[in-house]
């Protein structure tokens, strides 16, 4: 079946999180690759991250995981060469997607991602 | 310890309503907090009270209360 999910974030909120909690907040939520991608963009780096969180619970909605226990670092967004991509990980792995695609925005103060999947089964009781 | 959950919500959760008059078993979720601001109630309580949040509570029942809070709170105790 089809899915989509999408998610919508303050880039200030992810600054105030920045502020408040420092790499707290950095390692618990993002990868390795996702900050160095976002850092080597001094002036865009909080709204690569915002649009890198909205991404990650974008895919949580679609992949029907919000109730399920998993990690923001288990759902990764790379750089691909035409454009963004995402990489399951761990508990997010097993979700069921065999098809993943993500577009990411961001504007002034607010940062957007859409997921749309392709889910190889069902589940039932899902809470997104 | 509810007290604690009562003011870290105040501080963090931006909820549309006072978190002091707040239910217990009252939805967070539906009272304003939104997915990025409950990773900062996360943060918030794992300062607080000394532990961490595994993967596997990472969800958003756990979270979705004040009393779901303090039942995650009091097995991560144990």
């Known amino acids: 079946m089809m899915r989509v999910g999408i998610d919508l974030v303050r880039v200030s909120r992810i600054a ?85 695609a993500l577009s990411l925005s961001h504007e ?18 899902i809470a997104a | 310890m509810t007290e604690q959950i009562r003011k870290i919500l105040k501080e963090h959760a931006r909820l549309a309503q006072d978190a002091h008059t707040l239910a217990e078993d009252a939805d967070l979720y539906q009272a304003g907090m939104t997915s990025h601001s409950s990773v900062n109630v996360m943060l918030a309580l794992e300062g607080e009270f000394d532990l961490e949040f595994p993967d596997s509570m990472l969800k958003r029942s756990s979270f979705e209360s004040i009393a779901a809070i303090r039942s995650a709170i009091e097995e991560l105790s144990r």
Do not use: C, M
């Open chain 1, 16 to 100: 105030e999180s920045l502020e408040q909690f420092g790499a707290r907040f950095l390692n618990r939520v993002f990868t390795a690759g996702e900050i160095a991608y976002a850092s080597a963009a001094p002036a865009l780096t909080t709204e690569r991250l915002a649009a890198r969180f909205a991404a990650k619970e974008a895919a949580l909605k679609a992949l029907g995981l919000a109730g399920r226990g998993v990690g923001w670092r288990d759902i990764e967004v790379l750089h691909g060469a035409v454009g963004p991509e995402l990489r399951l990980h761990g508990a997010a792995a097993q979700a069921g997607a065999v098809e993943l």
């Open chain 1, 108 to 125: 002034g103060d607010y940062a957007t991602a859409i997921v749309i999947t392709q889910l190889a089964f069902t589940r039932t009781g």
